[in-house]
């Protein structure tokens, strides 16, 4: 039953890379903790680089910074 | 006071059925522990079918094998 | 598959309450947009008045103004 | 280590007050309890007027009523 | 820069599960998308099985009938 | 109308800090994007040092080694 929720930066993260990060969440709570995968919800957000933040600067501004 | 976050995924949900969920969502907080509905909030989030997981599978994948 | 949260301040609300919320939500999702009741997860979130702000102020502050 | 999570209506907001929104999160939690820029993350989540509701109502609504 | 949010029943999670759990989620996003670790966040909920809700009912009332 | 949830560690924040934090936050929406300040709506999330990650540790572990 549990529910996990991965938010990223939304930088063309394919589909098939977006099934794999869903199939290993979800083998890591069947793994860790023994949970049920067929009731295990994982939904990830893509968060456009302008809305992100950290250190104070969005992420848009730490890309062209090289960061 | 409350707060409601609804996550669906994103395949077609009217506006008009949009405005029910919100309807709905609020009268179940008056309802049921007499909430103000004037400051109840609800926000809806529409989650693409590659980026929601159940099972470890995305629900682009579940949709094309008839789930 | 719908996942719903629902943020209220933690002033006493018994688990029968909360098993209406519970109820009442799901079967929103059903009415409204179809979903399959057996996958709708809702999740509770009860948050102390010190914790929660309206208006710039805690819900603290506002119960003992008689808000 | 702070996270914290802004969701506004998507009302043409531009990126100059998005990393107004980070700098300022960002530094009212180093003013206030000393923590870490480096490590605090901001993420602004953009809201269709359909999507939020208040007072049982959509923002769209209410936009057409003048509120 | 990810951030991972892991909701789970509150039911004696130990805090070595909790660090695996961490590990485990931080680690995905290294080995899928690349992610540097050191700006990788998680936050692990553990929700009161009155408060969370699935198929219309609390986890409380479905342990009560063996599920 | 704005939503903020500000997610902290749970090291003995005082009521007043937190007070102080969500008078900030909705003064930083008024100040920047116009927001009304009696719709604004603030969540604190105090979250267990076992139960938040940085760099796939917990932060339990974290200030063992005086980080």
Redesign the interface.
């Known amino acids: 039953?549990?529910?996990?929720?991965?938010?990223?930066?939304n930088e063309g993260?394919t589909?098939e890379?977006?099934?794999?990060?869903?199939?290993?969440?979800?083998?890591?709570?069947v793994?860790?903790?023994g949970?049920n995968?067929?009731?295990?919800?994982?939904?990830?957000?893509?968060?456009d680089t302008?809305?992100?933040?950290?250190?104070?600067?969005?992420?848009?501004?730490r890309r062209k910074n090289g960061q």
Chains 1, 2, 3, 4, 5, 6 share one sequence.
């Open positions: 039953m549990p529910y996990v929720n991965i938010k990223i930066t993260v589909p890379k977006k099934a794999e990060l869903i199939k290993g969440a979800t083998q890591l709570l793994d860790v903790l949970k995968p067929n009731t295990t919800v994982v939904v990830i957000d893509e968060v302008d809305n992100w933040g950290i250190a104070g600067e969005t992420v848009t501004e």
